[in-house]
């Protein structure tokens, strides 16, 4: 499995502003009573503080999922072809979790023309300008973290997460998360969140039983103003 670290080489930032971002786990698992189906699952929740420890009400965006484990199709109703839409001059969604081998829709939804662009190792793209209510397809053959941009928009960022299986879940507003059909044994389940380093956990699940997580996180937020894909500062009118 890969890293999920910024596999991006870019240019100097323009300027930085964050803070530190610290996570801690639980001292160990709770397993729930209930069974879900004879099938494990694993669930639970993310909350997270910001430095001063107030509750931050939006934990959206965080992805839990299963490491090591060979192709799955446990989620069989996740979309064969997940779309990245334009609009606003913002990406949605932010975040994206997908299987490797996966194609995105790139769909400008937009009244203005885009130009989406990644230099991220595992998938190197350039898409080019294209209009309102048009699309581009690119595929996504290796796992590890894809950071997209628009060399028009500097504000439009948004990442894909590419795995090796789908037994993964986003986090809502709420910080909840849900996994079904996790093969029983030993597994190693890690948190990403564009807020923190990653994080592991080792569990033993079986028996057809529900495990419920809990994971603490401290709020950083460090942006860094990328560069266009030429290496460039944006133009301060767009």
């Avoid at 929740?45 to 934990?59: E, K, L, P, S």
């Avoid at 590890?144 to 997460?161: A, D, E, F, R, W």
Wanted: glycine letters at 8%; aromatic letters at 10%.
């Amino acid at each position: 499995m890969h890293s999920f670290d910024r596999h991006v080489t870019l240019p100097a930032p323009r300027w930085i502003r964050g803070f530190i971002l610290l996570i801690t786990f639980a001292t160990s698992p709770v397993v729930a009573q209930d069974v879900v189906n004879s099938a494990n699952s694993i669930g639970g929740v993310v909350r997270m503080t910001d430095r001063d420890g107030n509750d931050i009400a939006d934990r959206s965006n965080i992805v839990v999922f299963v490491d090591g484990l060979a192709n799955s199709t446990s989620h069989a109703e996740l979309p064969t072809q997940p779309r990245v839409s334009h609009k606003d001059r913002q990406f949605s969604p932010a975040v994206l979790p997908l299987v490797r081998g996966t194609t995105v829709d790139f769909f400008n939804d937009d009244s203005i023309f885009h130009n989406v662009f990644s230099l991220s190792i595992p998938r190197t793209f350039d898409l080019g300008i294209y209009p309102e209510g048009t699309s581009k397809l690119v595929t996504f053959p290796e796992s590890g973290l894809v950071k997209l941009y628009c060399n028009i928009h500097p504000q439009m960022t948004s990442t894909i997460l590419v795995l090796n299986n789908d037994l993964f879940a986003s986090t809502g507003p709420d910080g909840r998360f849900r996994i079904e059909n996790v093969p029983g044994g030993k597994i190693t389940l890690r948190v990403w969140s564009e807020y923190s380093e990653e994080q592991s956990r080792d569990l033993v699940v079986g028996g057809g039983k529900h495990h419920e997580e809990m994971f603490e996180l401290q709020q950083t937020k460090v942006f860094v103003q990328h560069r266009n894909k030429f290496g460039k500062r944006y133009r301060e009118k767009y």
